[in-house]
């Protein structure tokens, strides 16, 4: 069986990433944060996801 990954295709990647990350809301994304935050967020989330696989993989080596 082949997986077919679904987008949000009125959403832009980086922030349907946030939202999905409960990061930040949809409504603080529109009213508080900027084009900058919005990068900055996404890259902490991405940074978070890279060490848990780093930390999955390790694990998984150790048992």
């Not at 997986?3 to 809301?25: C, D, E, F």
């Not at 084009?35 to 848990?52: A, G, H, P, S």
């Amino acid at each position: 069986m082949q997986l077919r990954w679904h987008y949000t295709p009125n959403i832009p990647y980086a922030i349907h990433q946030v939202i999905r990350g409960k990061i930040a809301s949809l409504q603080e994304l529109k009213t508080i944060y900027g084009v900058k935050d919005l990068y900055e967020l996404t890259e902490i989330l991405l940074i978070d996801q890279y060490n848990e696989v780093l930390l999955c993989n390790h694990s998984s080596r150790q048992n």
